[in-house]
């Protein structure tokens, strides 16, 4: 009889606080992202959904389009609780729905100039919940630095300590000159500035990673996964037709004489880190996951700075923002990883977009299963298998366990179970830029739901090594994932 490794839970399966800073209605994306987060907000406690500026949207705020993408969950609400539990009330949702300042960057931030948006953060940050809270900001900051400024004028210097432990800054790309701000004026807070992975998501070129999407389209999939018979959230997730023009080459063949960018990218990122699949650790950065990885070494980087902007002594891409007037460098930037694509077998090295493309696939037939729920009885659509390891009790939570250089040890998914009676498929792999083991670690069969691996001679005491159980349910409909990830750390 095989002795399987003893494994311990490293984390648990509980929700995360999670506030959205969006500047609706400036462009479509911003739009895709609210139906995505309100269609996993079982997932998720949400604290608030403020509408805010940014560069591209400097004078005006639009709460009223988060409000009716809410009236909008309300009704296909009823469709969703037959397929999961833990949905919040349209009403709760309205409650910590607000604007922010109606004004661009740190201009618009000051004494005086508290909004209902900054209002909403302040509450959340001074609740009795010692978790941390995520901020998702597909926009600028400044309603995020009113209410820091607000807090440093009004609390006790050990309140205003414990507020900003529990911020965690989720920035898209940086919108406005206000991160800047709160990075100097802040340097201890959490922050993470992304625009590559971001982009990573979807696009930011139709024919650019792999395209699991195909043979449909990004604009025709959406179409009929999301847009079409598919409820009234649905119809509410726009397409990402930006503007007439000469652009035949990016837009699909039946989107004449429009630019289609595109499906969807911005905040939604911040949203699949809140997931909690047995993945992803939003406080453990550079593990990776369905919201992309990020290194620890604090760099600056600047407002609109992409894969191919300058990193130090030089600028960001969007001149509309002035980042002169402050000094920081305190922000966790995006990684690279390598993978292998066993779709198309390209391999993808060392490539900044690649965290997110590896999951590219799961993140998009996952939203195919969900829009289902909106509309389709639990026996016509498709739910999550179970992934249970050494015959646990499945609980969505990364497992811990000890090694030896040298050992071999087993590993066993053979007790996983599916709520649809579909069959399973298994899928082993090692997440190496996650670990610190530099070497190869040799699996056994890697499709099989047991698994041997044989730990180098040369692992080091203290190298991890991040390994990744995927058990997927053969459905017709789409199929779906739930994940396991081990850490197993040398002694």
């Not at 399987?4 to 400036?26: A, S, Y």
């Not at 201009?107 to 995520?134: C, M, Q």
Request: glycine share 10%.
């Amino acid at each position: 009889m095989k002795e399987f490794l003893p494994l311990e839970k490293l984390t648990r399966d509980q929700k995360r606080r999670f506030i959205i800073l969006t500047d609706m209605e400036n462009e479509p994306d911003d739009s895709q992202t609210m139906v995505k987060l309100l269609l996993y907000s079982n997932e998720i406690d949400i604290e608030g959904l403020v509408a805010v500026t940014s560069c591209w949207l400097q004078d005006e705020v639009y709460p009223e389009s988060i409000v009716s993408r809410i009236q909008a969950y309300g009704i296909v609400l009823p469709n969703l609780k037959k397929h999961a539990s833990g949905w919040p009330t349209p009403e709760s949702l309205l409650a910590i729905t607000g604007g922010g300042q109606a004004g661009f960057g740190m201009a618009a931030v000051g004494d005086g100039k508290t909004t209902e948006g900054s209002k909403i953060i302040v509450d959340a940050l001074l609740k009795n919940d010692p978790r941390p809270v995520y901020f998702s900001i597909n926009a600028g900051a400044n309603t995020l630095a009113q209410a820091m400024w607000d807090m440093r004028k009004k609390l006790d210097t050990e309140t205003l300590k414990l507020c900003l432990s529990k911020i965690r800054v989720l920035d898209d790309s940086g919108q406005d000159d206000a991160g800047a701000w709160i990075n100097q004026e802040f340097p201890e807070v959490f922050y993470i500035r992304n625009s590559p992975q971001v982009y990573g998501l979807n696009g930011p070129d139709l024919n650019m990673g792999p395209q699991p999407w195909k043979p449909l389209n990004q604009y025709t999939w959406a179409e009929v996964n999301v847009r079409r018979r598919h409820g009234i959230l649905g119809e509410l997730f726009p397409q990402r037709i930006i503007y007439p023009g000469n652009h035949a080459s990016c837009f699909p063949r039946d989107v004449v004489g429009l630019f289609f960018w595109f499906m969807d990218g911005g905040g939604t990122t911040g949203v699949l880190t809140m997931l909690n699949n047995g993945l992803n650790d939003p406080e453990e950065i550079s593990w990776g996951g369905w919201g992309g990885r990020f290194l620890w070494e604090k760099r600056k980087i600047f407002a609109g700075e992409s894969v191919n902007s300058p990193k130090e002594g030089g600028s960001g891409s969007n001149a509309s923002i002035d980042e002169g007037p402050y000094v920081w460098e305190n922000m966790y930037p995006c990684a690279n990883d390598t993978w292998t694509d066993e779709d198309s077998g390209i391999t993808y090295e060392h490539n900044i977009f690649v965290p997110l493309w590896r999951f590219r696939k799961d993140i998009l037939l996952d939203f195919q299963a969900r829009m289902d729920w909106c509309v389709d009885d639990f026996a016509h659509a498709n739910h999550h298998p179970i992934a249970r390891i050494n015959g646990d009790d499945g609980e969505r939570c990364i497992l811990k366990g000890t090694i030896s250089a040298g050992q071999t040890v087993q590993l066993d998914a053979s007790a996983s179970s599916d709520p649809d009676g579909n069959a399973l498929s298994f899928k082993w792999w090692i997440y190496h830029e996650a670990g610190s083991y530099p070497g190869i670690v040799k699996l056994g069969a890697d499709t099989e739901a047991q698994l041997t691996l044989s730990v180098p001679e040369d692992a080091a005491a203290g190298n991890t090594i991040h390994m990744i159980c995927e058990v997927a349910d053969n459905n017709p409909i789409v199929s779906l994932k739930a994940y396991r990830r081990i850490v197993l750390t040398v002694v």
